[in-house]
């Protein structure tokens, strides 16, 4: 058996076998990412074991079951996992109970992370943001922290000035030895240098009136559980 991919997530489903002539067919979220005439095998999102692709029969999953799938695979796009679906409706008996993942689990779908084992029972787990913090990113635009000495004038006059900054996404009102402390985001974090950073933050001091120090750390990578 091939290794698993470091940032391969599992979804357990459970369906049910229609017993009539007339049914749905299963949702495309099960065969599809994205382009609705692509096949999941072309995708690098999407994986459905061997079990989910036979033609034998038709299974169908619950509507929450299927929008739980939907909501995953869209995540696990945007955030760059290799989503695997296991269908335990069509594995045999032993492949569940030998399977850890599912240990404890009552409802479906579960989600599994194998590289950190967090997981996501039955389908009122399932929201974005749940997924978001279950699946951490790399950052793609630059980042920096700032600590900021302010002057004796008007602190929310200088905080309302930075905020007009497109570079600053946050800043924080603290105590201590430095007033404020800033959050910047640099956009194409493979263009823009520490150097152009640095110089930006320099800058503050003549920008925005009050500013009179600065103490930066630039991270050489980013990794984030909130939304991109």
Known sequence: MAPARTNEILLYVKSHKAVTSFYRPRSTAMDVVGDPHAKAADSDATDTSDEMTDAEGAYMLSDEQ???????????????????????????????????????????????????????????????????????????????????????????????????????????????????????????????TKRQVLDFIIGLKKRVPGVSDTSSFIPELSVTKFPL
């Open 66 to 192: 299927a929008r739980c799938v939907s909501l995953a695979e869209e995540v696990a796009l945007r955030r760059g996992y290799h989503l695997k679906i296991i269908d335990v409706a069509r594995t045999n008996l032993v492949t569940k109970l030998l399977d850890s993942h599912l240990s404890g689990a009552t409802t479906f779908p579960v989600l599994v992370v194998p590289s950190s084992g967090h997981r996501l029972i039955g389908p009122s787990a399932f929201t974005e943001l749940s997924l978001l913090a279950l699946l951490p990113a790399e950052m793609k635009n630059r980042r920096a922290f700032t600590y900021l000495k302010v002057d004796a004038v008007d602190l929310d006059e200088v905080r309302q000035n930075l905020l007009n900054l497109p570079e600053v996404k946050e800043v924080h009102v603290i105590t201590g030895d430095w007033d404020l402390f800033l959050v910047l985001e640099f956009a194409g974090s493979g263009e823009i």
